[in-house]
């Protein structure tokens, strides 16, 4: 079962952009995580926002969390080439049991 | 350096063919994880492993066969049963993230298996 959506599936832009995507869940979670994989290799974990967080900031990345609205934002700013990859988020829903459901993703694109 | 060893990276299998995937973990996590990845889409859980000797279905087990030994080993069998099995496999295992003690997946690289 996809517990998280991201929104938009693909997103393109220049280099030293912004880029937003969203993902939607459907129930109650402990905490949501945003991961990034590159073509053909394996997810890196980039930040989790617990349910009783609204927002946190990495580095270049700022995360966004409305348990009313059941969703999430991932913010990278002043976008890199190196930024290109596809972007899952992940949720660990309560009662779970430590199974995080993952979206399909957001593939990025930047363009130099 | 800990991590993830999955092998092999990719593996070509005929129809009919049982095919074992190897995970191997240095990291020293309980649990352990195999995801199933199909073009444009998100993972799927086919198996996970709690505790040695322990292990459950995930969203899609059927035509998957597991086993858990050894804490750090958790090898994929994808079966004949399996109908449509060309797909890329991820092992991963859980940490504890150091800013919040939630807990994390790490991943190994992935094995991509081709059915001819």
Known sequence: SQQGEEDPQALSIQEGENATMNCSYKTSINNLQWYRQNSGRGLVHLI?????????????????????????SLLI??????????????????GSNYKLTFGKGTLLTVNP | DGGITQS???????????????????????????????PGQGLRLIYY??????????????GYSVSRE???????????????PTAFYLCA??????SSGANVLTFGAGSRLTVL
Not at chain 1, 77 to 88: E, L
Not at chain 2, 70 to 84: G, I, R, W, Y
Request: net charge positive.
């Open chain 1, 48 to 72: 989790l926002i617990r349910s009783n967080e609204r927002e946190k900031h990495s580095g270049r990345l700022r995360v966004t969390l409305d348990t009313s609205k059941k969703s999430s």
């Open chain 1, 77 to 94: 700013t002043a976008s890199r080439a190196a930024d290109t990859a596809s972007y899952f988020c992940a949720t660990d829903a309560k």
């Open chain 2, 8 to 38: 092999p990276k990719y593996l070509f299998r005929k129809e009919g063919q049982n095919v074992t995937l190897s995970c191997e973990q240095n990291l020293n996590h309980d649990a352990m994880y195999w995801y199933r990845q199909d």
């Open chain 2, 49 to 62: 492993s709690q505790i040695v000797n322990d292990f459950q279905k995930g969203d899609i087990a059927e």
């Open chain 2, 70 to 84: 050894k804490k750090e080993s958790f090898p994929l069998t994808v079966t004949s049963a399996q109908k449509n």
């Open chain 2, 93 to 98: 295992s859980i940490r504890g993230d150091g």
